[in-house]
């Protein structure tokens, strides 16, 4: 545990932002690990059949999650949403701390991320995150390195189609404020 748990927690926090959910996940996967040991053949690295597992914990985690969402937030709350919008305009957000606007950046990421499958969010976080090659995260996946990158192009997409969509419920969510307000 010593030796790859800092891989273990590195894969399970790019699921997670909640400490104490990269830590169930962790704890899960050394768990799975541990008493699926026999089966682990030596055809690859341990460290890699642990990634396997890990990140196989991980996406069965998120899957558990969304099957009982209790507390999903998929809207931008009203400060998140003109941010996102002069992010993207390219307008300039100086008036922000620093601090702040890199809380609000990693909730948006998180709530754009968590509208992606759990197989899409590994491949954008390996390889646009950790800047993972391509060959690392097929021998993780068990994928071919071509279902790797076709699969991150199309992710790219998705999240593209996510972070509009998104832009979308909150200017008619604000919209509709306004219209209340006048009345």
């Known amino acids: 545990m010593r030796r790859y748990s800092p891989k273990v927690f590195r894969i399970a926090g790019k699921f997670f932002r909640q400490p104490a959910a990269v830590e169930d996940a962790a704890q899960e996967a050394f768990l799975k690990a541990y008493t699926q040991l026999s089966s682990f053949e030596g055809r690859g690295s341990f460290e890699g059949w642990l990634s396997r597992i890990t990140a196989n914990q991980c996406i069965n985690m998120l899957r558990?999650?969304?099957?009982?969402?209790?507390?999903?937030?998929?809207?931008?709350?009203?400060?998140?949403?003109?941010?996102?919008?002069?992010?993207?305009?390219?307008?300039?957000?100086?008036?922000?701390?620093?601090s702040e606007r890199g809380r609000m950046a990693a909730d948006i990421a998180d709530k754009v991320l968590s509208e992606?499958?759990?197989?899409?969010?590994?491949?954008?976080?390996?390889?646009?995150?950790?800047?993972?090659?391509?060959?690392?995260?097929?021998?993780?996946?068990?994928?071919?390195e071509s279902k790797v990158k076709v699969r991150a192009f199309r992710a790219r997409r998705r999240m593209r189609e996510a972070?509009?969509?998104l832009l979308q419920r909150t200017r008619k969510t604000v919209g509709e404020k306004g219209k209340n307000d006048v009345r």
Do not use: C, F, Y
């Open 163 to 165: 972070v509009e969509n």
């Open 116 to 144: 992606l499958s759990p197989e899409d969010r590994l491949v954008l976080l390996s390889i646009d995150g950790d800047r993972l090659p391509v060959k690392d995260v097929a021998e993780m996946t068990r994928w071919s």
């Open 64 to 98: 558990h999650a969304k099957r009982r969402p209790e507390a999903a937030v998929s809207e931008l709350t009203d400060h998140e949403g003109p941010w996102l919008e002069n992010q993207l305009g390219g307008l300039s957000a100086e008036r922000h701390e620093a």
